[in-house]
């Protein structure tokens, strides 16, 4: 998928071990299917009409669904149609993070956190996130804490340059953020919410206030910050 994965594991016996090999084989195998990095991903292959859907992994399906369900969430600001075709980026990676922390969690090791990219899912704790200022390098704009079952997500330009296009016009917002991180309890919601967020541009704050459980921080174009309730 075009970037870093890590794992940390906390009070893993033989069993979260083996959990854990099979979360890793697990994210390789999305990579497999979703990556538009790859020429012989399904995605890939259905965006150049050598796959036709019916022929699909059950994978594909499921995430197919999960996005149609995002855009109607989110009013359409949350789209993965991309020039025609079906591109999930904006949710696959979270979805699959997501899993993979439930899985190595589920074979009873005391704390899990996968990140990938930048965008963390954690089980148990204590864990600190840092959050990197898109305006400083090596620098941090926040820190999350977290104690039990809780994602963070970042969207923004920083890394990828400007990637998030506003889907109603098919630009980037007309208000663009230096970053949004969405913090709620699971990653597939959290990357949606950080991606649709930053589409909107300066109507985001008043949507990500209305969604319960979520909470979200932003660093302006110009340095300045803003914050949901509790975020801080």
């Given at each position: 998928?075009?970037?870093?994965?890590?794992?940390?594991?906390?009070?893993?016996?033989?069993?979260?071990?083996?959990?854990?090999?099979?979360?890793?084989?697990?994210?390789?195998?999305?990579?497999?299917?979703?990556?538009?990095?790859?020429?012989?991903?399904?995605?890939?292959?259905?965006?150049?009409?050598?796959?036709?859907?019916?022929?699909?992994?059950?994978?594909?399906?499921?995430?197919?669904?999960?996005?149609?369900?995002?855009?109607?969430n989110t009013g359409g600001w949350f789209?993965?149609?991309?020039?025609?075709?079906?591109?999930?980026?904006?949710?696959?990676?979270?979805?699959?993070?997501?899993?993979?922390?439930?899985?190595?969690?589920?074979?009873?090791?005391?704390?899990?956190?996968?990140?990938?990219?930048?965008?963390?899912?954690?089980?148990?704790?204590?864990?600190?996130?840092?959050?990197?200022?898109?305006?400083?390098?090596?620098?941090?704009?926040?820190?999350?804490?977290?104690?039990?079952?809780?994602?963070?997500?970042?969207?923004?330009?920083?890394?990828?340059?400007?990637?998030?296009?506003?889907?109603?016009?098919?630009?980037?917002?007309?208000?663009?953020l230096a970053s949004l991180t969405v913090?709620?309890?699971?990653?597939?919601?959290?990357?949606?919410?950080?991606?649709?967020?930053?589409?909107?541009?300066?109507?985001?704050?008043?949507?990500?206030?209305?969604?319960?459980?979520?909470?979200?921080?932003?660093?302006?174009?110009?340095?300045?910050?803003?914050?949901?309730?509790?975020?801080?």
């Amino acid at each position: 998928m075009g970037t870093v994965f890590s794992f940390d594991v906390r009070g893993a016996g033989a069993r979260a071990a083996a959990a854990l090999e099979a979360a890793a084989a697990w994210l390789c195998h999305v990579d497999e299917v979703f990556s538009t990095y790859r020429q012989d991903s399904q995605v890939s292959r259905l965006a150049a009409g050598t796959l036709a859907l019916s022929g699909c992994s059950p994978e594909v399906w499921e995430v197919l669904g999960l996005c149609e369900a995002a855009e109607r969430n989110t009013g359409g600001w949350f789209s993965a149609g991309y020039a025609g075709g079906f591109d999930p980026t904006g949710l696959v990676k979270g979805w699959a993070v997501e899993r993979a922390a439930a899985m190595v969690a589920s074979a009873g090791a005391d704390a899990v956190c996968v990140n990938g990219g930048g965008d963390v899912q954690v089980h148990g704790g204590p864990w600190r996130i840092g959050v990197s200022d898109p305006l400083r390098k090596g620098a941090l704009a926040t820190v999350v804490e977290a104690d039990g079952e809780l994602a963070v997500a970042t969207s923004g330009p920083a890394e990828r340059g400007c990637h998030i296009l506003d889907p109603r016009t098919g630009r980037p917002p007309a208000e663009p953020l230096a970053s949004l991180t969405v913090v709620c309890r699971g990653l597939t919601d959290a990357d949606v919410h950080a991606t649709a967020g930053y589409a909107m541009g300066g109507r985001a704050r008043a949507w990500l206030e209305s969604l319960p459980g979520t909470r979200a921080f932003a660093v302006a174009a110009d340095g300045g910050t803003w914050s949901t309730a509790g975020a801080a």
